[in-house]
């Protein structure tokens, strides 16, 4: 049956190693080869460290992450197969990774109600053998992973918490490991054994501790995080949080620089919620996106009959900033007459409206932002240096995401739940190699466009299910390093093999398949790169000349 469903399914194919790269991946999932006693000496650790309650805990959630991740593969082989044989790809893939040979020997199941009642006998569980050679033989179950795997794997398959309980164990001298599955709600919820699927803040005393120290200094653990909306953690995204953070609660005029999109009018309404000023309106203005000849009555305000299609009299932007802060985006867009009378602004704290007379005090803090290079622009004329002196007092370079792709993973953590709240869906985040495609993009668009990413991600993923690279980019970039594949006697191949018959799987794969046609793509492609050379095109298909022209002579 192993054989038959490996094949069927072709999941040896969606193993592949990267020997190169350092890297194995088990289809969009990240996969690491260890030593079963090394792996027994961390199981151990955690003994020692946080008590049989609190390991067993740990081990078994660990085990429930590692079935979700892969009933993820077999939810996507849905419809290619009968559904008991997909769901059972997950016993199957957990013998391919060489923890344990699980066989389900009893099963009740309704699909569309999404029941799972169950028996499933063990064999060759490497837990219960480490817990032997590190404990001997003790009085309670030992295979708290398998136990994690095989309930995260059956509630993410069936979208409903089904949990697995061990009822005997090799580890405590059972002749055999077997396990119950049940919904949760079937289990007695009195006897605590649920309680070992959450995590409680409290499990862990040492962590008590450090949190309590952690408050008694002032420090905070973790990444930069405001309410979700601005977060990071590496050095280049410290450093100017912290010149930001200085400046929140106080007069001194800020200005913003960077690229588009790396999330300046955020990095302003922070200052602003952070100041004495967060009772008051927060107004932002984007200055290269209104025309040149209304620039003037946006920023500060017009009188009734100042210019045709003036019919009201209307405040600006100062006005309406008034005992708060005016964000101005883009400031090196405005035209020179408009920066005259900012500055006349900024200088006096006095507003007169265009066609009007009357002077208006206000008590506004100016936070600009640009990406242009105002030294280059005032030795062009295109800016005062008098204003930009104004506006420069004390300057922060926001970096580009590119230049720390350390924040890449927190921030798409947090606009995967931006988005999941918006689309009203629960998703389990990236697969490894969507966040992997993430890491190597440029990122011209800096924030703005991983999070226009996320949003399509959080779009097409299916609920429940994990957001891949598919889902992410319109045009998905090319796999180039995808490493060797396992053969069907479980060997590691050739990677340049593997690459072949991947790319001839994926021919194969179309609906109408014709032999003859590709033959003639081909032919006519290596005809074209040759430049009509046919001892060059000959060599670049790995044949002879004179079979070349004999191909070409049969087609004609």
């Not at 900024?346 to 507003?351: A, H, I, P, Y």
């Not at 004329?381 to 924040?407: K, N, Q």
Request: a negative charge; hydrophobic letters at 40%; aromatic letters at 8%.
């Amino acid at each position: 049956m192993a054989q038959t469903l490996i094949e069927q399914f072709n999941l040896r194919s969606r193993l592949r190693f990267n020997i190169d790269a350092g890297q194995i991946w088990l289809d969009e999932n990240r996969m690491l080869l260890l030593h079963a006693k090394a792996v027994g000496h961390m199981r151990r650790e955690l003994f020692d460290a946080l008590g049989e309650h609190g390991a067993r805990g740990v081990l078994i959630r660990m085990g429930f992450g590692a079935g979700q991740q892969d009933a993820e593969l077999a939810r996507s082989l849905i419809g290619e197969g009968d559904p008991f044989d997909v769901f059972n790809i997950g016993p199957e893939l957990h013998a391919f990774e060489g923890m344990v040979r699980p066989t389900i020997t009893k099963k009740e199941i309704d699909w569309e109600k999404g029941i799972f009642f169950g028996e499933v006998l063990l064999a060759n569980t490497w837990e219960a053998e480490s817990h032997i050679q590190h404990f001997g033989i003790g009085d309670d179950p030992v295979c708290w992973t398998i136990v994690g795997y095989a309930s995260g794997y059956t509630s993410q398959f069936f979208k409903r918490f089904i949990v697995f309980r061990e009822v005997s164990c090799v580890g405590r001298g059972d002749h055999a490991c077997k396990l119950l599955a049940k919904p949760a709600e079937a289990w007695d919820p009195d006897d605590g054994y649920l309680d070992y699927f959450r995590q409680h803040r409290g499990d862990y005393p040492m962590r008590r501790l450090e949190d309590e120290l952690t408050a008694l200094r002032g420090g905070a653990r973790g990444p930069v995080s405001t309410e979700g909306e601005i977060v990071g953690s590496s050095p280049e995204f410290r450093a100017a949080f912290d010149l930001i953070r200085k400046a929140a609660n106080s007069p001194i005029s800020v200005l913003l620089l960077g690229e588009t999109g790396v999330g300046k009018e955020m990095f302003a309404r922070w200052m602003h919620d952070n100041s004495d000023r967060a009772d008051a309106p927060f107004v932002a203005i984007n200055c290269g996106a209104i025309p040149h000849d209304l620039i003037e009555s946006e920023l500060f305000g017009v009188e009734k009959g100042a210019f045709t299609g003036a019919q009201h009299s209307r405040p600006g932007r100062f006005e309406r900033a008034d005992g708060g802060t005016l964000f101005l985006d883009e400031v090196g867009d405005l035209p020179l007459a408009a920066q005259v009378k900012l500055l006349r602004v900024l200088q006096t704290g006095e507003v007169e409206r265009l066609g009007g007379h009357q002077i208006r005090k206000v008590s506004v803090r100016v936070i600009a932002a640009t990406n242009v290079d105002l030294p280059r622009a005032i030795a062009e004329g295109r800016f005062r240096a008098d204003l930009y002196y104004r506006l420069s007092t004390y300057p922060v370079t926001i970096p580009p995401l590119r230049e720390r792709p350390g924040d890449i993973p927190q921030l798409a953590k947090a606009l995967i739940a931006k988005y999941e709240t918006r689309y009203g869906k629960q998703l389990g985040g990236l697969t490894d190699r969507a966040l992997r495609a993430l890491l190597a993009h440029a990122w011209h668009g800096n924030v703005r466009e991983l999070e226009n990413l996320v949003e399509r991600g959080v779009l097409l993923a299916p609920e429940g299910g994990q957001i891949e690279i598919e889902h992410l980019f319109a045009d998905p970039p090319a796999d180039t390093d995808s490493g060797a594949q396992v053969d069907v006697s479980g060997v590691v191949g050739n990677a340049e093999e593997s690459n072949r018959n991947r790319l001839c799987e994926q021919v194969l794969d179309k609906d109408s398949f014709n032999l003859e046609a590709h033959e003639r793509r081909l032919i006519e492609l290596a005809v074209r790169r040759a430049n009509g050379n046919l001892t060059h095109a000959a060599k670049a298909l790995g044949i002879s000349r004179r079979q070349l022209s004999y191909r070409l002579k049969r087609r004609a």
